[in-house]
């Protein structure tokens, strides 16, 4: 469908347009009527943590990660369900939007309810609960790390313990070892001083030469035993009252007392690795604990910010015509009715003569009341048409008849006589409906003598013709009355010869056909000089127009067109608003002309 046609069938169908317009505008403003006000209030929280990085570290967490568990964390079960508890109802998790704002490590959560007062509670207490939560879920996962370093810790002292208990059992026993060594040494010292003292003493006064080197010598031997003496014995002062050797100790070393001093520092270089580790992981968790802190608290909103009548009466009528266009366009789609001229000319293979409209009240034409009208105008446009093919044709006398049985009489056949007057032309208009006749409403005449009368005998053609004195040139013949089922109105013969008293008194002659189905319209369409088809847009299907068609063809009648019968004349917006400006200029012209009048009257003295 291109855009031209969809502009066409909505303009169609505009009234059905306007009506769910209409119910969408209705509905919105009901449904922002009825629906029961929702407020909201938001409450922010800043998700971060302060900490260094460190290998005690189990779950390293950046920012990010932390703000995306507590977007998470706030709408869980568990969360929820506490604070409903605390509240004494039930939260609804639909109610509650947790987001964050970008570029920032902020999460905002809004919460709606209907009660101002109990929005405001559960956002605070939803942060407050989050908190907690955040604390027992985030940080008690360390909990675990350092009791299991405790419990290294423990073995670790007990290790140092017993070691150390080992060792001094050692040191204990070397010692006394080490202590009879050196008493023994002492005593050896002094039997050697006492020696060497002797042999010194026994030396004469003025020795000689050679007893003089012997003598230093022993005396330089003297003084070497005494400076052993003062070590051994500075050695034994720290072994008996110490417990440990002195500087200068001479005491072999215990290689199980080396293995074991060298296992003990290993523990106690562990013990303090394992110290240092779980003080480490009580900071971690401490610096854990402080993620979530609320910076901006939750109150109580004052206005709702559901519903909002302007927004719902919009959306209405919005949604009010997408549907409606939307039935429209599945009707059109199912409907295979004609709606176009070129749809008309491509189903019937006839020519298209004019638009028209086809209803009028009784007593006035359009044609009649304004001649210079739209409605008038369309009607000339079939005219010109009839003539372009009556040249060709000799069309002097024809039928408008109806392409669907069922639908109405229409004003076709009166205003396109009208028309045909107006321009010169004798036009004698017949309303070949005996069953049921309208003609004679739409002019205002009686229906006591007409057609019905002639075929019986009791009038002839002059005495049921009908002058128009509202229109020069038109004379109706109406349908009169008639008994049912006359044989007389069946009689074709008769129909020729009245047919060609008809056309010697006019220029033209238009004959108002009864329903196609019947056996009156296809006598009546087998004389004439042309049928010409009425097809209302939008409601006469195609295929009862070909039928039609087809069954007068088949007993010899000549259908030269057909004319699209648009119902109600609708005008068009600019249309309407010419015709208003058009009234307005109008008004004004004559009160300046009134002005212009009056303003060159004499002015009274009084």
């Known amino acids: 469908m291109e855009i031209r046609d969809f502009i066409s069938l909505l303009w169609r169908n505009v009234r059905w347009l306007i009506l769910g317009l209409v119910i969408g505008a209705i509905v919105g403003i009901l449904a922002g009527q009825l629906e029961p006000p929702v407020y909201e209030t938001s409450t922010k929280v800043l998700v971060s943590r ?15 990660q932390l703000v995306a568990i507590n977007l998470q964390l706030a709408k869980s079960q568990p969360v929820l369900a506490e604070v409903s508890d605390q509240l004494g109802s039930k939260v609804d998790a639909d109610n509650i939007l947790v987001s964050t704002i970008p570029n920032t490590l902020i999460v905002q959560i809004k919460v709606q309810d209907q009660d101002p007062k109990r929005a405001a509670d559960i956002a605070n207490l939803l942060v407050q609960i989050l908190i907690r939560q955040n604390q027992s879920l985030l940080s008690g996962r360390y909990e675990t790390f350092e009791a299991a370093i405790n419990d290294q810790i423990d073995e670790v002292s007990a290790q140092i313990d017993s070691l150390q208990t080992e060792i001094k059992q050692i040191n204990d026993t070397s010692v006394q070892q080490q202590l009879d060594q050196v008493n023994q040494q002492i005593d050896q010292l002094k039997t050697l001083t006492t020696a060497l003292e ?42 008996t009252y110490v417990g440990k050797p002195g500087q200068g100790g001479t005491g072999p070393e215990n290689p199980r007392l080396v293995a074991l001093q060298s296992t003990l520092g290993q523990y106690q270089q562990m013990y303090l690795t394992l110290v240092s580790n779980r003080e480490t992981v009580r900071l971690v968790r401490l610096q854990s604990a402080q993620n979530v802190v609320q910076i901006v608290a939750a109150v109580q909103p ?12 919009f959306v209405g009528c919005l949604v009010g015509l997408a549907g409606a266009t939307t039935v429209v366009m599945v009707l059109d789609h199912f409907n295979d009715s004609l709606k176009t001229p070129l749809q008309a000319f491509d189903q019937l293979n006839l020519p298209v003569l004019a638009l028209v409209p086809g209803e009028a009240r009784a007593g006035d034409l359009p044609v009649v009341r304004d001649p210079f009208s739209a409605e008038a105008d369309a009607f000339r446009s079939l005219g010109a ?36 007057a107006q321009q010169g032309r004798q036009v004698i208009l ?19 003598r ?24 038109l004379t109706l013949i109406p349908a009169g009355k008639t008994r049912e089922g006359a044989p007389a109105w069946l009689d074709s013969d008769r129909w020729v010869r009245i047919l060609s008293d008809l056309k010697a008194q006019a220029d033209l002659v238009i ?3 009864p329903s196609a189905d019947t056996a009156d319209a296809q006598i009546l369409a087998a004389r004439l000089d042309a049928v010409l088809l009425t097809v209302r847009v939008g409601h006469t299907r195609a295929l009862t127009v070909q039928t039609t068609q087809k069954r007068l063809e088949m007993i010899g009648a000549k259908v030269a067109g057909v004319i699209l019968n648009q119902g109600l004349q609708r005008r068009s917006i600019d ?18 002309e009134i002005h212009s009048e009056t303003k060159d009257l004499p002015v009274s003295s009084s």
């Open 302 to 313: 004052k206005k709702p910010v559901r519903p909002i009548p302007l927004l719902y009466f």
């Open 385 to 420: 048409g009839l003539e372009l093919i009556g040249r060709q044709k000799n069309l002097d006398a024809l039928m408008i008849l109806n392409g669907d049985p069922k639908d109405a009489h229409t004003s076709i056949a009166a205003s396109l006589a009208v028309v045909a």
């Open 511 to 513: 004959v108002e056909g």
């Open 198 to 239: 002797q042999e010194i003493a026994a030396f004469p006064i003025a020795p000689t030469p050679v007893q003089q080197a012997l003598l230093a010598e022993k005396q330089a031997q003297l003084d070497q035993y005494h400076s052993l003496m003062t070590l051994y014995q500075q050695v034994q002062t720290n072994l």
């Open 450 to 473: 007409g057609l019905g009368e002639v075929f019986s005998g009791r009038l002839d053609l002059r005495g049921a013709s009908h002058v128009l004195e509202a229109v020069t040139g």
């Open 575 to 592: 249309r309407h608003i010419f015709s208003w400006l058009k009234a307005r200029f109008q008004r004004k012209e004559s009160a300046y």
């Open 50 to 64: 302060t900490r260094q990085q460190s290998t005690a570290d189990m779950l390293p967490l950046s920012d990010e």
């Open 430 to 448: 017949v309303d070949g409906d005996l069953h049921h006749p309208h003609l004679h409403d739409l002019f205002g005449i009686p229906n006591q």
